[in-house]
């Protein structure tokens, strides 16, 4: 533990009170933690380039939890029974309340192959992202979209893929979205 595991500054307002009042007291960190049920895909040989597929997808109410960031985790097994060569996008989307269509949270990560699997080889495909742009009070949806970005594509399947997030209060930033 360093010097500064405890320090809190006291002059600073962390959360308001929805009646304009300020709290007198550390706010507490509310967390909270969900996970998708395990979702699979088939990607069949010679998919065109651009289609997607969404095996997982979770729902998460921060009703609570003052100025939330979110973890989201993605972890999958990808299994080709008759060799894989091609290139797949992993991207992670949101949708809140009052929004029209999904917002791309973090970067695409890449599944790659030049050279086909061998048969009935498996291969663990995972990665996190951190969403610290989320309103107080809000509900979201968080989706994994795979999309082939590749003109030849011999087919696989994504199993067990899940979602799994833990969300707390960033109790050393104020409550204002």
Same mark, same amino acid.
């Given at each position: 533990?360093?010097s ?12 308001? !009170?929805?009646?304009?009042? !300020?709290?007198?007291? !550390? ?5 909270l933690?969900?996970c ?8 069949p ?9 969404? @095996?997982?997808?979770?729902?998460l109410?921060t009703?609570?939890?003052?100025n ?28 809140? !309340? ?5 917002? @791309?949270i973090? @970067?695409?990560?890449t ?37 082939n970005q590749?003109?030849i ?20 930033? @104020?409550?204002?979205?």
């Amino acid at each position: 533990m360093n010097s500064n595991s405890n320090y809190l500054d006291s002059s600073f307002d962390y959360c308001r !009170r929805p009646d304009g009042g !300020r709290k007198d007291r !550390r706010p507490s960190a509310n967390t909270l933690m969900k996970c998708s049920s395990p979702g699979s895909v088939i990607i069949p040989a010679l998919t065109d380039t651009g289609s997607t597929f969404t @095996p997982a997808s979770l729902t998460l109410n921060t009703n609570g939890i003052c100025n939330p960031c979110t973890r989201i985790d993605f972890t999958s097994n990808i299994t080709a029974p008759v060799g894989f060569l091609g290139t797949l996008s992993f991207q992670v989307y949101k949708q809140c !309340r009052n929004q029209m269509s999904p917002v @791309p949270i973090g @970067p695409a990560f890449t599944f790659s192959r030049t050279l086909a699997l061998v048969i009935g080889e498996s291969s663990t495909f995972s990665f996190f992202i951190c969403d610290c742009d989320s309103c107080d009070n809000d509900c979201c949806t968080y989706s994994l979209v795979i999309t082939n970005q590749s003109a030849i594509v011999v087919g696989l399947t994504v199993n067990n893929a899940t979602l799994s997030a833990i969300t707390t209060s960033q109790i050393c930033n @104020p409550c204002n979205c």
